[in-house]
T-cell receptor, first 114, second 116 residues
Framework: SQKIEQNSEALNIQEGKTATLTCNYTNYSPAYLQWYRQDPGRGPVFLLLIRENEKEKRKERLKVTFDTTLKQSLFHITASQPADSATYLCALEGSGGGADGLTFGKGTHLIIQP | DGGITQSPKYLFRKEGQNVTLSCEQNLNHDAMYWYRQDPGQGLRLIYYSQIVNDFQKGDIAEGYSVSREKKESFPLTVTSAQKNPTAFYLC???????????????FGPGTRLTVL
């Protein structure tokens, strides 16, 4: 069955440094991968999407890479700020393609310390 | 002000009662979804609907029911058959089949259900 793994332990990063989060998947050949941010008690918010034929995608201080050989995506936040503290979710299209929803990882809790 | 809304924000239920969670969107999206989130867990898909009057079971549909009578609305009923209903429930919508294949989802603020 499809499986997505994100580091379940909290990631503590000093303000101003680059935070790197990892998403690994197995038994998948997704056409794209998405990253969401979730704050406590709130719904996830879409951040970035990267397709299988794209190696890297950037949006302001965010960068996502997608290695289909390693079956891994890396999510980077440069010049991190305390306001970046949140849980970040990796999501892949479901087994039936995007039409039947996404499969989410458990998320990585990121803490940016001032 | 476009978006997706859920109500109520907090809901308390006695054992044996059915409760219905509301989800409304004005984004003109065809697809709508219900997820359940437990502490330390990822989002798990309960039901989804790609078009009005049609819906499909997700990974954990047992003890839940839905309806899709209007494009804008996708209510979820948590029945007494759901053995462990206390959780955070999230509704989402996306453009659906008529859009691109990259089905970005827009989430509501969630409903926290507690069984007393």
């Amino acid at each position: 069955s499809q499986k997505i793994e994100q580091n379940s332990e909290a990631l503590n990063i000093q303000e101003g440094k680059t935070a790197t989060l990892t998403c690994n998947y197995t038994n998948y050949s997704p056409a794209y991968l998405q990253w969401y941010r979730q704050d406590p008690g709130r719904g996830p918010v879409f951040l970035l999407l990267i397709r299988e034929n794209e190696k890297e995608k950037r949006k302001e201080r965010l960068k996502v890479t997608f290695d289909t050989t390693l079956k891994q995506s890396l999510f980077h936040i440069t010049a991190s700020q305390p306001a970046d503290s949140a849980t970040y979710l990796c999501a892949l299209e479901g087994s039936g393609g995007g039409a039947d929803g996404l499969t989410f990882g458990k998320g990585t809790h990121l803490i940016i310390q001032p | 002000d476009g978006g997706i809304t859920q109500s109520p924000k907090y809901l308390f239920r006695k054992e044996g009662q059915n409760v219905t969670l509301s989800c409304e969107q004005n984004l003109n999206h065809d697809a709508m979804y219900w997820y359940r989130q437990d502490p330390g867990q990822g989002l798990r898909l309960i039901y989804y609907s790609q078009i009005v009057n049609d819906f499909q079971k997700g990974d954990i549909a047992e003890g839940y029911s839905v309806s899709r009578e209007k494009k804008e609305s996708f209510p979820l009923t948590v029945t007494s058959a759901q053995k462990n209903p206390t959780a955070f429930y999230l509704c989402a919508s996306s453009i659906g089949l008529r859009g691109t294949t990259t089905d970005t989802q827009y989430f509501g603020p969630g409903t926290r259900l507690t069984v007393l």
